[in-house]
């Protein structure tokens, strides 16, 4: 089975051809460092020179692909070199080769070469000095640092500085990606909680204005469709207030006036006699102190909902709303008869109890709704410390 090398890049064909066209114009012209005179040539042939050059052109063919092999072969074409007349271009070339190495290698090549260049850039110098008796031998190690030591520290530089860059571009693509989860998290959120406000605005006038209206088109009764009339246009204004007070809420704060604030408990008692105008008969229980706004609206809410669900689905009979503060916690409990019907005086959804037990599990509280013998009870229990987003437990029930 032959192994195929992978294709070496453009630019090292470019550096390989321009090394071995430079090493082969200086060897026709006749340059070299040294002499054939010289004791370390052991080659004094004029074409040996062109071996290393070439093994060490074909090496820069590997520089990115197989760089600790390349450095390899072209240390053994380096050593050859020295024992002939010798070319610049074959030194210049392994200098590119030790650099490659270190800056394409593996990190523990990477991590080595520098060490190793250095060692043997002080051995050059200290031993040739030592042997010789003359500070001319420290020049080898100059020589080595030259040609090892600082093609090995500039790939380690250039090798950090591009792990770095590389780091802060996924740091920032992850930035980036965080960003994005959490803007889509929060238009989310901002429509879940836009769709229950809607919903708690608007179903229990509409439910009231739907009840009343059947009722004065099914009785031939003047006064009767005259007072069903009457609480059409009573919930037909304050549903189109609060669907103004919604629609404050969309926009710009700076673009005509602050809106309408949200409701609190106090409106309560307000509340319960508009479901008893609808003709529900309500009793309010509430016992409590002063409660966190975010509470306050939740329990509003739900016991909105609650009531719009008793006029659309309870039987006749009276409804016991009861607020009570105790450790820590606001209950909250509605109750109204439950029993047989042919169907609900108006259509719903069930959204209203998703959105119950939603505004209880933000909160951190608990939610439930079923029927308990002949009465049905909405139940939530909303912590008054720790309002933040959390998971609500024991949210049960379904639409009566």
């Given at each position: 089975?032959?192994?195929?090398?992978?294709?070496?890049h453009r630019d090292?064909?470019?550096?390989?051809?321009?090394?071995?066209l430079?090493?082969v114009?200086l060897?026709?012209?006749?340059?070299?460092?040294?002499?054939?005179?010289?004791?370390?040539?052991?080659?004094?042939?004029r074409?040996?020179?062109?071996?290393?050059?070439?093994?060490?052109?074909g090496?820069?063919l590997?520089r990115?692909?197989?760089?600790?092999?390349a450095?390899?072969?072209?240390?053994?074409?380096?050593?050859?070199d020295?024992?002939t007349?010798?070319?610049?271009?074959?030194?210049?070339?392994?200098?590119?080769?030790?650099?490659?190495a270190?800056?394409?290698?593996?990190?523990?090549?990477?991590?080595?070469?520098?060490?190793?260049?250095?060692?043997?850039?002080?051995i050059?110098?200290?031993?040739?000095a030592a042997l010789?008796?003359?500070?001319q031998?420290?020049l080898i190690?100059?020589?080595?640092?030259?040609?090892?030591?600082?093609p090995a520290?500039?790939?380690w530089v250039?090798?950090?500085h591009?792990?770095?860059?590389?780091?802060?571009?996924?740091?920032?693509?992850?930035?980036?990606?965080?960003?994005e989860?959490?803007?889509?998290?929060?238009?989310?959120?901002?429509?879940?909680?836009?769709?229950?406000?809607?919903?708690?605005l608007?179903?229990?006038?509409?439910?009231a204005?739907?009840?009343?209206s059947?009722?004065?088109?099914?009785?031939?009764?003047?006064?009767?469709?005259r007072?069903?009339?009457?609480?059409?246009?009573?919930n037909?204004?304050?549903?189109?207030?609060?669907?103004?007070?919604?629609?404050?809420?969309?926009?710009?704060?700076?673009?005509?006036?602050?809106?309408?604030?949200?409701?609190?408990?106090d409106?309560?008692r307000?509340?319960v006699e508009?479901?008893?105008g609808?003709g529900l008969?309500?009793?309010?229980d509430?016992?409590?102190?002063?409660?966190?706004?975010?509470?306050?609206?939740?329990?509003?809410r739900?016991v909105?909902?609650?009531?719009?669900?008793a006029?659309?689905?309870?039987?006749?009979?009276r409804v016991t709303?009861t607020?009570?503060?105790?450790?820590g916690?606001?209950d909250?409990?509605v109750?109204?008869?439950?029993?047989?019907?042919?169907g609900p005086?108006?259509p719903?959804s069930?959204?209203g109890l998703?959105?119950?037990?939603e505004?209880?599990a933000?909160l951190?509280?608990t939610?439930?709704a079923?029927p308990?013998?002949?009465v049905?009870?909405?139940?939530a229990?909303?912590?008054?410390?720790?309002?933040?987003?959390?998971?609500g437990?024991?949210?049960e029930?379904?639409?009566?």
């Amino acid at each position: 089975m032959t192994v195929r090398l992978p294709r070496p890049h453009r630019d090292d064909v470019r550096i390989a051809v321009g090394g071995l066209l430079g090493g082969v114009l200086l060897w026709a012209i006749g340059l070299g460092p040294r002499e054939t005179t010289d004791s370390l040539v052991l080659w004094p042939q004029r074409w040996v020179v062109l071996v290393p050059l070439a093994v060490t052109a074909g090496c820069e063919l590997l520089r990115r692909t197989r760089p600790e092999a390349a450095l390899l072969i072209g240390t053994a074409a380096l050593a050859a070199d020295t024992m002939t007349r010798g070319s610049v271009v074959t030194v210049v070339m392994f200098t590119d080769l030790v650099y490659a190495a270190v800056l394409y290698g593996s990190p523990a090549s990477a991590r080595r070469l520098p060490w190793v260049t250095g060692l043997l850039t002080v051995i050059g110098g200290v031993v040739p000095a030592a042997l010789w008796r003359t500070p001319q031998g420290l020049l080898i190690g100059v020589g080595v640092g030259v040609v090892a030591l600082a093609p090995a520290s500039t790939g380690w530089v250039v090798r950090n500085h591009r792990e770095a860059a590389e780091a802060a571009r996924l740091r920032a693509e992850q930035t980036a990606l965080l960003a994005e989860t959490d803007r889509a998290q929060a238009v989310a959120a901002e429509r879940a909680r836009m769709a229950r406000e809607l919903h708690d605005l608007v179903a229990n006038h509409l439910s009231a204005i739907a009840i009343h209206s059947t009722a004065a088109l099914s009785l031939d009764d003047p006064g009767t469709s005259r007072q069903a009339l009457a609480v059409i246009r009573e919930n037909s204004v304050e549903g189109l207030a609060e669907m103004r007070r919604l629609i404050g809420l969309l926009r710009d704060s700076g673009g005509g006036g602050a809106p309408a604030p949200a409701p609190t408990l106090d409106g309560l008692r307000a509340l319960v006699e508009g479901a008893r105008g609808n003709g529900l008969d309500v009793i309010l229980d509430a016992r409590h102190g002063e409660v966190p706004a975010p509470v306050e609206l939740a329990a509003y809410r739900i016991v909105q909902e609650s009531l719009t669900n008793a006029l659309k689905h309870a039987a006749p009979g009276r409804v016991t709303v009861t607020l009570v503060q105790r450790d820590g916690v606001l209950d909250v409990r509605v109750a109204s008869p439950y029993g047989h019907r042919n169907g609900p005086r108006a259509p719903g959804s069930g959204a209203g109890l998703v959105g119950m037990r939603e505004r209880a599990a933000l909160l951190g509280g608990t939610f439930r709704a079923r029927p308990e013998g002949a009465v049905w009870t909405v139940r939530a229990t909303l912590p008054l410390t720790g309002n933040g987003t959390g998971n609500g437990t024991g949210a049960e029930g379904g639409s009566p």
